[in-house]
């Protein structure tokens, strides 16, 4: 069983501020971990992933996350906000399957809004 | 990266009649495809599995003669959503499973905003 927590529906930053969304998961397996970012009236656009490689993960659009064991963490961040950042993103957990294939857990989604 | 498109994009329908949603992986061959639905403000939530050449595999509490798919190539999957009501207006989205060495990954399509009147 896997489950993703996304603490916060809301996280509102100043432009040019620190970013930091956060996710909590739980797995019976070791888990592969994802970021999407969905932004109105479109598809998801995957951020970045974690496949047990390297715990500190780079991304598109300068954001990163860390892989966090001890704390079942995997949170999102970004040094400093843009307004094209306002989105809607969405922390995923799957779990290692024969062959690799995997169905995602996804979170409820944190929106992330950014004031100039 | 690859690439998974949806048509239409948007669709407006009357109640009672049928919509077609179509997902294409354009660059890759897709044997297993995904299909969500998605409220506003919401998470995305697992309809079904669409397997190619076999029958769709369909979450808990979906009905499956109410959201038909069919898997017909391994390039394309359909979503028909039957005898449409308004609580059925919803984002869809559709995702393309692409076979690797090492591991499988997830494309995603940009989505089809459904709205039933």
């Known amino acids: 069983a896997q489950s993703v927590t996304q603490l916060g529906s809301h996280v509102s930053v100043s432009e040019g501020a620190l970013v930091l969304l956060r996710c909590n998961y739980s797995?019976?397996?070791?888990?592969?971990l994802f970021w999407y970012v969905q932004y109105p009236n479109q598809g998801l656009q995957l951020l970045l992933k974690?496949?047990?490689?390297?715990?500190l993960v780079k991304g598109i659009n300068g954001f990163e996350a860390e892989f966090k064991k001890s704390e079942t963490s995997f949170h999102l961040t970004k040094p400093s906000a843009h307004m094209s950042d306002a989105a809607e993103y969405f922390c995923?957990?799957?779990?290692?399957?024969?062959?690799?294939?995997?169905?995602?857990?996804f979170g409820r989604g944190t929106s992330l809004i950014v004031h100039p | 990266g690859a690439v998974v498109s949806q048509h239409p994009s948007r669709v407006i329908c009357k109640s009672g009649t049928s919509v077609k949603i179509e997902c294409r992986s354009l660059?890759?061959?897709?044997?297993?495809m995904f299909w969500y639905r998605q409220f506003p403000k919401q998470s995305l939530m697992l309809m079904a599995t669409?397997?190619?050449?076999?029958?769709?595999?369909?979450e808990q509490g979906v009905e499956k003669d109410k959201f038909l798919i069919n898997h017909a190539s391994l390039t394309l999957s359909t979503l028909t959503v039957t005898s449409a009501h308004p609580e059925d207006s919803s984002f869809y989205i559709c995702?393309?499973?692409?076979?690797?060495?090492?591991?499988?990954?997830?494309?995603f399509g940009p989505g089809t905003r459904l709205t039933v009147l």
């Open positions: 995702s393309a499973i692409r076979n690797g060495r090492e591991r499988d990954e997830q494309f």
């Open positions: 797995s019976s397996v070791p888990p592969y």
């Open positions: 974690y496949t047990s490689a390297a715990t």
């Open positions: 995923a957990v799957s779990a290692h399957a024969s062959g690799g294939s995997y169905i995602p857990t």
């Open positions: 660059d890759f061959q897709a044997t297993t």
């Open positions: 669409s397997n190619e050449g076999s029958k769709a595999t369909y």
